[in-house]
Structures are given as C-alpha cells and as structure tokens.
C-alpha cells in the first residue's frame, strides 16, 4: 500500500457500502445516440469498477423534459430505450464489483458552444436568463416548475428501480438547479426566489420529491457549487452564516450527502481558515461530504476544453485535509477520463505510471 492508503479505508453511509473513499466524478461524454447507452458506455464504467473505484458517479443524464440536454448524444434518463441501455451499464458494473450512482440533470439555459444543436423549447429558467443581463427564454410557470420537479423524482425512481445503488442530482455549475440558487440568474418575485432560503425552495421540492419516490434509505448525493461556468468568481454563500442557510435546509429536504464542487479543491472557501468547500459543508451540517476539484493533476478541468495538458500531481495536502477529517470521499475527474486504472496505482503505490491527461481523451472512451 502506498501513502495514500488512508484513501482506500471502507465507507457506510445509510445503504451505501463502498470498499474505499475515491469516487469518479460525474464527466460528460456525449457518447450515448440519441440519448441511449451503447454498450461501448457499459465497458467505459465496468473498467473504471473493475479497477478499485468505490463509487462511480455517471455522466450527467437528463429527466424528462424537452429541454433538459444541450447535447444529442447525453444519455437521457427516461424513456425504455435509455432505461434498458441503464439497467445494462448497473448490471456490468455490478458484475465487475462496483457501485454506482447516476447523475440526475436538467441544464437549464445554460447553452453548450460545443454543439449548434439545440433542444425543443420551451427552455427551461427560473428568470428566463441564461447568464446575468442575458435573456433566453421566459421564466418558467408554476406548470412547468412541477412538472420538472416530477421529472427529477420519477427518474430518481427509475434509477432505484433498476439497482443502481444511490443518486445524484446536479445542483452545480450554473446548470437548472443552480440557476434557482444563483441571484444573478433568478430574479423571480414568488415562492422560488427573493433571499437565499427562497431560491434555494426549487432544490429542495425536488429533493422532497425523490425522497417521497425512493423511500428514507436510499442514498441521495446532490453536487453544489459557488463557482458558475457563466461566471467563474460567482458566490452563493459569502459567509460560513450564509452557507449554512444554504445548505441546512437541503439537508432537511432529503440530501444525505453533498458533493462539493471547486475548480481547484485545495482553495479555502472563506478567510480565516484554509477550510475548503467540502470542509465547511461537512461542519455545518454534520452530513458526509465529497471534495472535488484538479484532484491528482496540475491543472483545472475547465482549462482542458480550452486544449490543456495536466501532468499527475503530488496527494500530499489530499491526504492532510482528509486525515483532518475534512471530507469523506474524493471525488476524481480527467485522470480517470484517460487512465481507467488510476485508483489502482494510486493504491499500490505506483506512482510513476500515473498518465497526463490530454483534451484528446475527451473524444474517446477508453
């Protein structure tokens, strides 16, 4: 075993059961037709299961509505087709010693420059913005907020349905539910949006939702972030007080546990303490938490669409925040994208044969 062995200790929470703390983050691929797995999917996770990953989050995939994707190759998360490609990717992964979550998601306005593709309307926004000052559509009605939220839920049913050991919603990175967080990008006037308890309402009918759907012991992992891919300084929570007024009532609602997300996971959240995200999430709720964020490489995911190179990075301060107690899991990105055995090294202590990561892995699944 190598230094990182504290990352390999098994974790129980509620029905989950991992062998060890590393988590594959949830990465879009856009490798599903039409919205379906293929089997080319099922053998990208079942290597990644197979290879000492404790929890594999999926790809974002979409709930039933007509504009929930920007993309045409997402997987969606409805729908027989898709739900069979699914119950195929969970069985794999099972066979191959794994645990898995899907990431449940609706993109909102936020738009996708990658593709000239667009959805059927209507998009889906609490303020009919897609950035702060950009319209893009109309706010959604009361109709429409219910029906999203049914959405979510029903897919949240799906997926237990199917065997799929826990879920994820995706409440970060200036995505749908994000948007109800963010005051730059709602701005409605009714029950979903004024102060901060009040935007945060859309997160937690859907949170309410899918705990009524899957019952008290089913795991629920929902993924936040301060940091927008419209705005990359954009704050929800400027103070401990705050983020607790933030979080506390998500908790409630039915998240268990809250998957933090920050381009560079090292960063403390606010002064007087290098706390990080997941760290002051974990505090002031009590709740386990994921970290996130340029874990085991030198440079950010983000910079990687603009054609950027990581080299593997040193674990050191990693392995002190979580012997501090910090977070839970650790959740890992691009060096997974490239090397499906990256945890495995790690754990044996093969550091030398750690991989670079190179944007070109992102137009195939190994």
């Keep these: ?66 504009s929930a994707g920007n993309d045409p190759d997402v997987p969606h998360f409805w729908g027989d087709a898709a739900l069979a490609g699914w119950q195929d990717v969970i069985n794999t992964v099972h066979q191959a010693g794994g645990v898995m979550a899907p990431q449940l998601w609706h993109v909102g306005a936020a738009r996708n420059p990658r ?36 959405a979510f839920a029903k897919a949240a049913g799906a997926a237990k349905r199917l065997g799929f050991d826990c879920i994820e919603l995706h409440g970060a990175h200036g995505y749908l539910i994000d948007q109800f967080f963010w005051d730059g990008t709602n701005t409605r006037t009714d029950k979903f949006g004024g102060d901060l308890v009040a935007r945060g309402k859309f997160a937690g ?102 054609g950027e190179s990581s080299k593997p990075a040193s674990l050191d301060e990693l392995l002190r925040r979580f012997d501090r107690g910090d977070f839970d899991l650790v959740a890992v990105g691009r060096a997974l994208i490239s090397d499906p055995d990256w945890a495995l090294k790690v754990r044996d202590g093969r550091m030398d044969e750690l991989s670079n990561f190179s944007p070109a892995a992102l137009a195939e699944l190994v």
């Design 1 to 66: 075993m190598s230094h990182a062995a504290p990352l390999f200790q098994p974790f129980t929470f509620k029905g989950l059961k991992l062998a060890n703390r590393i988590v594959m983050a949830p990465m879009t691929r856009s490798f599903s037709p039409g919205g379906v797995p293929t089997k080319q999917v099922s053998e990208y996770y079942r290597k990644r299961a197979a290879s000492a990953v404790g929890l594999i989050v999926s790809e974002g995939t979409v709930v039933q509505r007509p």
């Design 205 to 306: 009918e859907i949170l309410k939702a899918v705990r009524a759907e899957v019952g008290p012991d089913y795991p629920v992992i929902i993924r936040l972030s301060q940091w927008k891919q419209q705005d990359y300084a954009a704050r929800i929570a400027q103070s401990p007080d705050e983020m607790a007024a933030w979080l506390q009532p998500l908790a409630d609602a039915g998240a268990d546990i809250f998957h933090c997300s920050q381009r560079r996971f090292w960063e403390p959240e606010f002064d007087g303490s290098d706390l990080n995200f997941a760290g002051w999430a974990k505090k002031l709720t009590g709740r386990p938490t994921i970290t996130v964020g340029s874990v085991g490489l030198s440079g950010e995911f983000i910079a990687a669409f603009g």
């Design 115 to 150: 593709t000239t593709w667009t959805a059927p309307p209507p998009v889906d926004s609490p303020s009919g913005l897609s950035r702060p000052g950009k319209q893009f559509g109309e706010p959604m009605t009361d109709a429409a907020i219910a029906d999203t939220i049914a």
